[in-house]
Antibody
Framework: QVQLVQSGSELKKPGASVKVSCKAS????????LNWVRQAPGQGLEWMGW????????TYAQGFTGRFVFSLDTSVSTAYLQISSLEAEDTAVYYC???????????????????WGQGTLVIVSS | EIVMTQSPATLSVSPGERATLSCRAS??????LAWYQQKPGQAPRLLIY???TRATGIPAGFSGSGSGTEFTLTISSLQSEDFAVYYC?????????FGRGTKLEIK
């Protein structure tokens, strides 16, 4: 079955970096986009952006530029989210989610998210 | 960006009763709307896409309706496992945006 499995919880100090992984199985990894979604404690879902798993090109949502980097290792069907210069406000659960976009030669059109990874809790605390 | 407004923020319903959750978009999103269920400590689970199509394995008691800017998720007869937070998500335009959620609690 189609599945996304994320890496485990992380406890980091302010200023450090963290890299979260999301391993896909059950489908051709490079056929579908991979999104990242943040959920702060007790809050709703916030879209961080997506990465084109065929080209490796990332797109970042407003508010997620600079310290956030999406990357891939297609040889192991895995996507990564790296956050540098961690702040207490980065404490959240981070989810990856697959998106079956429709793409033309010039553009890609958004779609719903299915499935989601189980989430990775990142705690930033001194 | 398109703002998604869910109402109510909290809905108290007794088991066996019907629940109706609403989601409004700040501009037309056609039928490009999904609903997700999230239980504590779990990832969101896709319930509905295309405003009214149930995802694989979702019971018939869940139904979605609407188009344009007004959407509804109806749960016909609440079971104990249905008490959770529900989010709507528009995917008509970039960027993806979510509503702030409706918490469905036991009355």
């Amino acid at each position: 079955q189609v599945q996304l499995v994320q890496s485990g919880s992380e406890l980091k100090k302010p200023g450090a970096s963290v890299k979260v992984s999301c391993k896909a199985s059950g489908y051709t990894f490079t056929n579908d986009a991979l999104n990242w979604v943040r959920q702060a404690p007790g809050q709703g879902l916030e879209w961080m952006g997506w990465i084109n798993t065929y080209t490796g090109n990332p797109t970042y949502a407003q508010g997620f530029t600079g310290r956030f980097v999406f990357s891939l290792d297609t040889s192991v069907s895995t996507a990564y989210l790296q956050i540098s210069s961690l702040e207490a406000e980065d404490t959240a659960v981070y989810y990856c989610a697959r998106e079956d976009q429709t793409c033309t030669s010039s553009d890609c059109y958004p779609n719903y998210f299915y499935p989601w990874g189980q989430g990775t809790l990142v705690i930033v605390s001194s | 960006e398109i703002v998604m407004t869910q109402s109510p923020a909290t809905l108290s319903v007794s088991p066996g009763e019907r629940a109706t959750l609403s989601c409004r978009a700040s501009q037309s999103i056609n039928i490009n709307l999904a609903w997700y269920q999230q239980k504590p400590g779990q990832a969101p689970r896709l319930l509905i896409y295309g405003a009214s199509t149930r995802a694989t394995g979702i019971p018939a008691g869940f139904s979605g309706s609407g188009s344009g800017t007004e959407f509804t998720l109806t749960i016909s007869s609440l079971q104990s496992e249905d008490f959770a937070v529900y989010y709507c998500h528009q995917y008509n335009n970039w960027p993806h945006t979510f509503g702030r959620g409706t918490k469905l609690e036991i009355k």
